[in-house]
């Protein structure tokens, strides 16, 4: 049964390296609400920060897959022998529950970062919107006093 108790080793240290990509990805959280606060964004900075996040995440995913696939094998001897690893289990237990609390905390900074950036990027859109139209209200002042400089006699001196 050796090979059940190094299995369960696995887990511990998926879980435990899933626990320490949470934390990074609530710094990364903490860097965008820092951009955010800003008053003009660097988007160039909050693009990078969304990459690190999104490359944290990929590795989350692949972490989960592996947990599940070792879990898969090592279920039936944690199930049939819980009293041998009561221990272990408890551990992965706490583990869990610690990462599911970080997840939480994670998609509630998500959530508040994704308002203030919203928020920026309306005033962003608001801004865009003002120079097309002075713009167009520019360009539409040109062409119509350019029309004004071509203006046909009315009265013509037909005396000759």
Avoid: W
């Amino acid at each position: 049964m050796q090979y059940s108790t190094d299995y369960i080793q696995v887990l511990t240290d998926s879980l435990r390296k899933k626990i320490s990509l949470l934390d990074t990805i609530s710094q990364i959280n903490g860097e965008q609400k820092q951009l955010a606060a800003e008053k003009r964004m660097d988007l160039e900075l909050f693009e990078e920060t969304v990459k690190r996040k999104s490359d944290c995440i990929d590795e989350l995913n692949k972490l989960d897959d592996g947990f599940q696939l070792v879990y898969d094998r090592v279920k039936p001897e944690l199930q049939g022998n819980s009293e041998k690893y009561k221990a272990e289990i408890r551990v992965l237990k706490q583990l869990i529950s610690e990462i599911t609390e970080k997840s939480m905390a994670v998609q509630a900074e998500e959530e508040r970062n994704k308002q203030a950036v919203a928020a920026h990027f309306a005033t962003y859109k608001k801004e865009i919107r003002q120079v097309k139209a002075s713009r167009s209200a520019t360009t539409n002042y040109y062409k119509s006093m350019n029309k004004l400089q071509n203006v046909e006699p009315v009265f013509m001196d037909k005396k000759k």
